[in-house]
């Protein structure tokens, strides 16, 4: 499947995916977000680490509980998750190192061989948890664009940290 959104960043998968894990700190990084409050776990990433993301959407102030599912350091992968309203949403950011950057050695212009450009993508599925939720299922495909924009300017937010 493809992401439902996606941002080049010019900067090495590893500083990305410090900025991404460093969850206490998302609300001093990502615009969207007003505060984070770490409730299990931490700081350190975890399976089980949960907090409360608290965000302006649709011009309320929401918080919502988070919790990571799963997480691959070596693979730059991270899965969250969030219930709320009778709906369970998924997200899933990637971080792909983009090989172009190193030249034919294997080494970038640095003369390290990690790759100084990735692409962060973030996947998201949401699904009906109950019978309520389901029949409001179509406020979801109507607020569908909106979300990817909050989403996007998510991304764009940690390139920009990644990129300074």
């Known amino acids: 499947s493809s992401p439902f959104a996606a941002v080049t960043i010019n900067?090495?998968?590893?500083?990305?995916?410090?900025?991404?894990?460093?969850?206490?700190?998302?609300?001093?990084?990502?615009?969207?977000?007003?505060?984070?409050?770490?409730?299990?776990?931490?700081?350190?990433?975890e399976v089980g680490l949960t907090w409360d993301e608290t965000?302006?959407?649709?011009?309320?102030?929401?918080?919502?509980?988070?919790?990571?599912?799963?997480?691959?350091?070596?693979?730059?992968?991270?899965?969250?998750?969030?219930?709320?309203?009778?709906?369970?949403?998924?997200?899933?950011?990637?971080?792909?190192?983009?090989?172009?950057?190193n030249d034919d050695d294997g080494n970038n212009d640095n003369g390290s061989n990690e790759k100084e450009t990735c692409v962060l993508e973030l996947y998201y599925t949401s699904r009906s948890l109950t019978w309520m939720a389901w029949t409001f299922a179509w406020v979801g495909l109507l607020t569908r664009g909106m979300m990817r924009k909050v989403v996007l300017q998510d991304l764009n937010d940690i390139k920009a940290a990644a990129e300074t």
């Open 55 to 101: 965000r302006v959407m649709f011009g309320r102030s929401e918080t919502e509980r988070m919790e990571i599912v799963e997480f691959d350091d070596d693979g730059y992968v991270l899965k969250s998750k969030s219930e709320s309203c009778g709906m369970l949403m998924e997200f899933e950011h990637r971080i792909i190192a983009n090989e172009s950057c």
């Open 11 to 45: 900067a090495p998968p590893s500083k990305v995916w410090n900025i991404l894990t460093d969850i206490q700190n998302w609300s001093t990084i990502i615009s969207g977000i007003d505060d984070v409050v770490i409730t299990k776990g931490g700081p350190k990433l």
